[in-house]
């Protein structure tokens, strides 16, 4: 099936609520409207509205009553109409959800699901990407998808697994990215990267929209030699810290790229994985590229300036290259 | 501090009055919880006035007004202290006779909350000890909301109890020991050591949800609960506790809006006590009583004595019926008075003495016992002897096991972060959702918000 990145996620949550009787969706507007997204479209017509809940605006509300759910053995899927609101609910994940199975040892079940990400002019409080807020807590799964086939078997591994995970779907990518997903049931793991491209010359380890920026660079700098091998993280927690170890020795320089600002961010993180693991393998220095250490800015110029770019790669590249 | 009227200059919450005893004719009873919160309009000479009718089951309706007032020291320095004024020599109202607790199932009461009461005496003792690890929170005063509220769950319902409601714990199947050791942080605790006090749940036997100590955030999470059960076939009631403090968060609003718009069963205590750490009630909120609150959810709240376990009992009995019922949440509003500081170290200074006075004279468990012993008959005074020997005998077992118990090794901090390698077998614990069968999927190609 040639499916978009939306449709990818759409199908992978219909097939797990037909699968098992205990998943169900939560969530404003998911129910007839189906969605800001149309992600859950259809859903409350085959599943009733009884496993496809339309709430209050009450993100804190939401996320408590997945838990509260979760607790019972039920397999909740709570939509963020925009994952930037995800911050109203941040003690409720932070503080419960989070901590539950590592202090009283109950099993935590639920899916916390909704687009992010810039690139669609969406301003400062429907363009961010919040997952270190999350990568930062330990006791969550953290994954950001960067294709539809990816999108549909994570999307299933997260509703399957018994830890809360949370999933960044990118909204950039949401009908912009295609691609030929298996007719059959899958599962992608979670907590496994993938090498997007294969190459010699120097490593991009990125996720979600960013891989398809970084594989465009590719492109451009192999006609001038350059040849980019790129790791799609898939999962930023837990990381995987053996594929960034593997593709650092491989090709001994490193460029970290990320769409979330840069202090604090994913890139510093991997840095000191880079350097744990694999410190004598380098042959240069860690390059980021990350978006600016502000909000997000609303006017198309100003967030263009804000976000990575292909050129931003090839300049990096270009120069890490000649190091 | 005193309780007169002073001239002192008052602060702009302070001068408003709360529960005036003449203001309240409301009904009281069962028939009144059918619809609590029926508006009126009919039969009103203005057709455009909706009433709307708390039932209240006390026996009085103390009526006392914190403020904070500031006056001079001897060097013209300005101090900022609370007064109390109302009415303190008021005669101690009896118990209420229950409608439906028997000799055998008051007698159980009154046991559960006399080993509250002698279990925290033990946790002071051994905090004085230097056994406990920091601090040591208590439910004197509040042993009658806690133990006559579990008692009225069935085995099968759901209850997360705040840092004072350790009598709900003990109703509900846990040892004295579980709480000891968690204050001692011993290895063999509910969460072996990783968390302190009240911090512990179960959701196998005994169907406890874990406090954490942000407030507000177990109404959402039980109303979760009953909804998780709710989708397995089964109505049952969620109970859970907030204070006239914990009220004020924005979660409380949010998870009692969303059980009420769900109809979820949810029976929510709210533990009046007048104080939050040092902030009285009336710096929290200006509506009169909070079981008005309920007015606001669409849902029935009622007030009641939570000195007077009938009383209590009465309320959690008749909303765990409505939850079973499925006719949605309850708001139970506690009247009473947090007899000790906000934990061991705080000796509670500013609350005025006349409050602690007034209200010591409302033991629920003197009260109580006084009520099963003498007034009802149910213990012969041996009997009764009998009884507290045995509680002090239970504690003293439990306090030996706790306190001669391990501490956990270092790296027993590590692990346990995941749900991984099989460790716990999910499945739904009511039984298989029924499903719907319906249509194949279909692609979508609805128009969407950002492109």
């Not at chain 1, 590719?218 to 030699?225: H, R």
């Not at chain 1, 961010?265 to 350097?275: S, T």
């Not at chain 1, 800015?297 to 890490?320: G, I």
Request: hydrophobic share 40%; net charge neutral; aromatic share 8%.
């Amino acid at each position: 099936m040639f499916l978009t990145y939306l449709e990818a996620i759409r199908q992978g949550i219909w097939e797990e609520m037909e699968r098992d009787p205990t998943v169900f969706c939560l969530g404003e507007d998911i129910g007839v409207y189906g969605g800001a997204f149309k992600v859950t479209d259809g859903f409350i017509d085959r599943f009733g509205p009884e496993r496809v809940i339309d709430t209050p605006i009450a993100e804190s509300a939401i996320v408590g009553a997945a838990f509260g759910a979760s607790l019972t053995g039920m397999r909740p899927v709570a939509e963020f109409q925009f994952m930037d609101f995800i911050g109203c609910a941040f003690n409720q994940i932070s503080n419960m959800v989070a901590k539950t199975h590592y202090l009283w040892g109950a099993p935590v079940p639920l899916v916390l699901r909704g687009p992010s990400g810039g690139y669609v002019h969406g301003g400062p409080f429907h363009s961010q990407n919040p997952e270190m807020w999350f990568v930062h807590n330990p006791g969550l799964k953290v994954i950001c998808p960067a294709t539809p086939y990816d999108a549909k078997g994570l999307i299933k591994a997260a509703i399957r697994d018994n830890n809360p995970c949370v999933f960044f779907e990118h909204k950039y990518l949401y009908r912009r990215i295609k691609e030929e997903v298996p007719a059959e049931d899958y599962v992608v793991p979670i907590g496994k990267a993938r090498v997007a491209r294969e190459g010699r010359h120097l490593s991009i380890i990125t996720y979600a929209a960013m891989v398809h920026t970084a594989l465009e660079a590719a492109e451009t700098l192999s006609q001038e030699g350059i040849d980019l091998e790129i790791v799609d993280l898939r999962t930023v927690a837990p990381l995987d810290r053996e594929a960034i170890a593997e593709t650092v020795k491989k090709t001994n320089k490193v460029i970290i790229l990320h769409e979330h600002s840069r202090t604090g961010g994913l890139a510093g993180e991997i840095a000191a994985v880079v350097n744990e693991e694999v410190f004598d393998s380098l042959d240069g220095p860690i390059v980021r590229i990350a978006g600016l250490d502000s909000a997000i800015p609303f006017s198309p110029p100003q967030e263009q300036y804000y976000l990575p770019k292909v050129e931003d790669v090839v300049r990096e590249a270009r120069r890490l290259k000649a190091y | 501090m005193g309780n007169k009227k002073t001239k002192s200059r008052q602060s702009s919450n302070g001068s408003r009055p709360r529960s005036g005893a003449g203001a309240r004719k409301n009904h009281v009873g069962a028939d009144a919880f059918v619809r609590p919160v029926a508006r009126s309009a009919t039969g009103s000479p203005n057709q455009h006035l909706r009433t709307y009718s708390i039932p209240d089951y006390r026996l009085e309706h103390p009526d006392f007004t914190v403020r904070q007032v500031t006056k001079k020291d001897k060097y013209g320095h300005d101090h900022v202290r609370f007064e109390v004024e109302g009415e303190f020599d008021a005669p101690v109202p009896p118990i209420r006779d229950s409608k439906y607790l028997d000799k055998r199932q008051a007698i159980e009461i009154y046991r559960w909350m006399l080993l509250n009461r002698k279990m925290e005496t033990a946790l002071e003792n051994l905090y004085k000890q230097g056994k406990v690890v920091g601090g040591v929170y208590f439910g004197l005063g509040q042993e009658a909301c806690s133990c006559a509220s579990a008692y009225a769950l069935d085995r099968d319902d759901w209850f997360a109890p705040m840092i004072r409601n350790q009598g709900s714990m003990l109703v509900r199947g846990f040892g004295a020991r579980d709480i000891m050791m968690q204050y001692m942080a011993k290895a063999g605790s509910p969460t072996r050591g990783r968390n302190a006090t009240a911090h512990f749940g179960d959701i196998e036997k005994r169907n406890m949800v874990s406090p954490i100590s942000m407030l507000g955030d177990l109404i959402p999470v039980m109303a979760g609960v009953a909804l998780g059960a709710r989708l397995q076939g089964r109505n049952l009631a969620v109970m859970t506790y907030i204070g006239d403090g914990g009220q004020s968060t924005g979660v409380t609003y949010e998870g009692i809006n969303f059980a009420s718009v769900q109809n979820l069963g949810l029976v929510l205590i709210v533990e009046s006590n007048h104080w939050a750490y040092s902030t009285p009630s009336q710096m929290q909120y200006r509506c009169q009583d909070l079981a008005e609150r309920a007015i606001g959810y669409g849902i029935p709240g009622v007030i009641v004595d939570g000195t007077d376990a009938c009383q209590v009992y009465d309320a959690a009995h008749e909303a765990v019926e409505r939850a079973h019922r499925s006719e949605g949440p309850t708001l139970i509003e506690a009247k009473m008075m947090r007899m000790k500081g906000h934990a061991i170290h705080d000796a509670a200074g500013y609350v005025p003495k006349a409050m602690f006075e007034f209200w010591r004279k409302r033991d629920p468990i003197a009260r109580f016992e006084n009520y099963v012993v003498r007034e009802k008959k149910w213990l012969t005074p041996k009997e009764n002897q009998d009884l507290i020997a045995g509680v002090e005998a239970e504690i003293e077992a439990e306090r030996e096991i706790a306190v001669n118990s391990p501490m956990p090794t270092p790296e027993s901090a590590e692990g346990g972060v995941f749900c991984e390698n099989g460790c716990h077998k999910i499945k739904p614990k009511y039984g298989m959702p029924k499903v719907k069968k319906g249509t194949a999927y279909k692609a979508t190609e609805a128009a969407v918000h950002l492109k």
